[in-house]
């Protein structure tokens, strides 16, 4: 099997999971989704490492190669319980084999679509930098217990905050409609938690005059139902005592909700909470916030690293791994020229404007490859 469209198969992979899995939890879906995503029998069979082939089909995936081998063992457990056999090298009756008759079988099979610029361009800069960002969250992911996390996003204006905050929910939750998004942003002036319940308040209830009590109820009764995405933004001007009453007053409450429905059932949808600093560090919050997982309890909140600026040595691997993107590397040769001249046009790195640069290249408007990621 060569690695037909790879949308095409991706997509058949997801209905044969979701339909002989269906007694999994979302988030072990995704990883079986991930495993066979980056399968491929041709570069197996001719001799390719696993972690070749990993490396070269799975980075729009955002899971690492060390993330994936701490869990493979598990994968392939699980796989062998449902009475699925694990794909070996040198297996002819490998579960690829079967799935692979199962795709050409297929009378279900959805018909690719052209993948627009825009789409191919999303892919690729999800694979650019945030990579310390991207590890806190990753060992996130993977932690026991109820899949509740609150995160204290932080970096100066033009750090994409807002891009980071998609494309962490994007790896956790990739498939559209997963979950309900609840999204709220600041506006100037606007200092006082009172301001974040009178917006969720009228998202949420078309009433901005409700107590913390009242989300709390309503996000929870939501969360029955399905996962739970929110993201606060332009939380700059907050005073340092205001974010401590967002925890106190909406997240310990619903939170202490959740877990004690895990603890009956072992089982529940997802809640991540996202307060974003557009401008600043979050350090200047009264927060007992930490960035080590290894003793970590979820009413405490995760802070993720200050966004910083990228370097030549983020940007030129990048380019040499997208030389195949529209007008992005018209000549092999100049792969340093190109990745200079992004980089200077960036700003020296700027992310935004960096981003900017990289779309313009390729003919696209960065703000539509933003808004095809944004909750």
Request: hydrophobic share 35%; aromatic share 12%; net charge negative.
């Amino acid at each position: 099997m060569t690695i037909h469209d790879s949308q095409r198969w991706n997509l058949f992979i997801a209905r044969q999971i979701d339909t002989d899995l269906a007694n999994l939890k979302p988030a072990e879906k995704k990883a079986f989704k991930l495993r066979f995503a980056a399968e491929n029998l041709t570069c197996y069979s001719a001799g390719c490492g696993e972690q070749k082939v990993f490396q070269t089909v799975v980075p729009s995936y955002e899971m690492s190669w060390q993330t994936y081998t701490k869990h493979r063992t598990e994968f392939f457990r699980k796989f062998s319980e449902l009475g699925w056999e694990a794909p070996r090298r040198g297996k002819s009756e490998s579960l690829l084999a079967w799935l692979e008759n199962q795709f050409h079988e297929s009378t279900q099979i959805i018909e690719p679509t052209e993948i627009s610029l825009e789409e191919k361009l999303r892919f690729s800069l999800m694979t650019l930098n945030y990579r310390k960002q991207k590890a806190i969250f990753d060992d996130f992911k993977f932690a026991s217990g109820p899949a509740a996390g609150l995160f204290l996003v932080q970096g100066r204006s033009g750090g994409c905050q807002k891009w980071l905050v998609n494309r962490l929910v994007y790896s956790y939750l990739p498939e559209v409609g997963s979950y309900y998004k609840i999204s709220i942003s600041l506006r100037e002036h606007e200092a006082y938690v009172e301001d974040v319940w009178s917006q969720l308040g009228d998202q949420l209830l078309r009433n901005r005059d409700v107590t913390p009590s009242d989300l709390v109820e309503h996000v929870y009764q939501l969360w029955q139902e399905e996962s739970i995405i929110l993201a606060f933004y332009n939380l700059g001007e907050l005073s340092e005592s205001e974010p401590q009453k967002i925890i106190n007053e909406f997240w310990n409450p619903l939170t202490a909700r959740i877990q004690q429905d895990y603890k009956e059932s072992e089982e529940g949808y997802d809640l991540l909470l996202f307060l974003v600093h557009n401008w600043g560090k979050t350090g200047k919050w009264a927060l007992e916030a930490t960035s080590d997982l290894s003793n970590w309890d979820y009413f405490q909140p995760i802070e993720l690293p200050l966004i910083e600026n990228f370097g030549i040595n983020d940007i030129q691997p990048w380019v040499r791994e997208n030389r195949n993107l529209d007008k992005l590397l018209p000549e092999p040769r100049k792969l340093r020229q190109v990745a200079n001249e992004l980089y200077q046009r960036g700003s020296e790195g700027d992310p935004e404007r960096t981003m900017r640069a990289i779309c313009k290249r390729c003919g696209a408007n960065w703000y539509d490859i933003e808004n095809l990621l944004a909750i």
